[in-house]
């Protein structure tokens, strides 16, 4: 059984910094493309990064890069989140996925098999 588990996201204000985690178990996590995603409220899901197997490459939302920076460690099949000078428009639920296989680092949430449970992010203004 796959088990993808974000950490608690939080409350933070404008210009702070927040790190999210997620862990992946049930599937052997260094073969497959890792991705964050958000969703803010009344609005659909949108790609914020991802990263290939092995780390050495990420592809980022034009309204993150720069800001924000994922990373994953495969000893501990874990996938990073680093989220700084936060605005308030990065205000949403957060959510990792995997399942992407071919090595894509897809945008598209539907090519993504597993997913969390989200975690929410709220940035004050």
């Known amino acids: 059984q796959v088990r993808v588990v974000e950490s608690a996201g939080g409350l933070v204000q404008r210009g702070d910094s927040l790190r999210l985690s997620c862990v992946v178990s049930?599937?052997?996590?260094?073969?497959?493309?890792m991705g964050w995603f958000r969703q803010g409220s009344g609005k659909e899901r949108e790609f914020v990064g991802a990263i290939n197997r092995n780390g050495l490459t990420t592809h980022y939302s034009d309204s993150v890069a720069g800001r924000f920076t994922i990373s994953r460690d495969n000893t501990k099949n874990t996938l990073y989140l680093l989220m700084n000078s936060l605005k308030p428009e990065d205000t949403g639920a957060y959510y990792c996925?995997?399942?992407?296989?071919?090595?894509?680092?897809?945008?598209?949430?539907?090519?993504?098999?597993?997913w969390g449970q989200g975690t929410q992010v709220t940035v004050s203004s």
């Open positions: 049930g599937l052997a996590f260094n073969f497959f493309t």
């Open positions: 996925a995997t399942g992407v296989s071919d090595g894509r680092l897809s945008a598209d949430p539907a090519t993504y098999e597993y």
